[in-house]
């Protein structure tokens, strides 16, 4: 396999402090009402905790796009030496194929610009060494960059309750899930 790098979301670890969505505001300062990174709850009708735990997601930075395969003037590119799948705001046309496309929600529309754009997973930031803002910022390393073709763990899954099964895109993302149940509600 190919070197694809890929967000780990640790739910055990995770206190769903927001730091690492903060972190990614912090660093593109995007306009108000446009999100790349967002903390999501996780139903309690899923994992019957009585502690919270929490989903961290953006761009699943996938095998095979569905918002580059549907972008009409090549704003997206899937990099070759990493499968990082990087948008070019400055190609996009605001058409909106790749927001109607994606079923995790990834590419937003800024209305400033009138253009969509999304997480593409500090590129600048990882040709020059550095981890992504939102994994360099966890304070629990909850959240953390790994390259699929190394990756050795066996407690994580691709798919967890609730997140689309989209086994033609074969997204990146991988999730260790909370252990159920922690306590019993009475
Ligand atoms: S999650 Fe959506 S925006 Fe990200 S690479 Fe996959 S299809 Fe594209
Ligand atoms: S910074 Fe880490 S612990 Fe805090 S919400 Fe994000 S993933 Fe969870």
Redesign the pocket.
Known sequence: MKKQYAFL??TE?????????M?CRNYYHQVEGVVW?Q?HPLSEEIYPHRERA?L?LSCNHCENPACLNVCPVEAYTKREEDGVVVHHQEKCIGCGNCIRSCPYGAPKYNPVEKRAEKCSLCHERLDAGLDPA?VQ???????QLVDLAEFERTNEVQYPAGYPRMEGLNPSTRFVLPKTPKMVRR
């Open positions: 979301v640790d670890r995770c206190i769903g402090c927001f730091t690492c969505a972190a990174r903390v929490f961290s939102c910022a966890c304070p629990t390393d909850a959240l």
